[in-house]
């Protein structure tokens, strides 16, 4: 049984970080690439970041490039995603997923207010 778990989020102010953590099992994690996506209040999916399954190249959306790093540690089965200056913007639902095979987890809520 495939599963992804999301952890990490929670409420923090304008120029704090979280370092959100995606547990994944019932899948071979480290032959597969890994997404974060992110859902904001009231908006659709959007795409944050990706990482290959090697973990040596990894893309950022525009909207988060300089400020999150996404990493993965294939021997603990398990994607990170560091976020740093965060912003209200950021305020979302984050997902982990591995897109191809139609993977996601439940979802970490972050709060970005003061």
């Known amino acids: 049984q495939v599963q992804l778990v999301e952890s990490g989020g929670g409420l923090v102010q304008p120029g704090g970080s979280l370092r959100l953590s995606c547990a994944a099992s019932?899948?071979?994690?480290?032959?597969?690439?890994m997404s974060w996506v992110r859902q904001a209040p009231g908006k659709g999916l959007e795409w944050v970041s990706d990482?290959?399954?090697?973990?040596?190249?990894?893309y950022y959306a525009d909207s988060v490039k300089g400020r999150f790093t996404i990493s993965r540690d294939n021997a603990k089965n398990t994607l990170y995603l560091q976020m740093n200056s965060l912003k209200p913007e950021d305020t979302a639902v984050y997902y982990c997923?591995?897109?191809?095979?139609?993977?996601w987890g439940q979802g970490t809520q972050v709060t970005v207010s003061s």
């Open positions: 019932g899948f071979t994690f480290s032959s597969y690439a």
């Open positions: 990482i290959n399954s090697g973990g040596g190249s990894t």
């Open positions: 997923a591995q897109e191809v095979l139609d993977y």
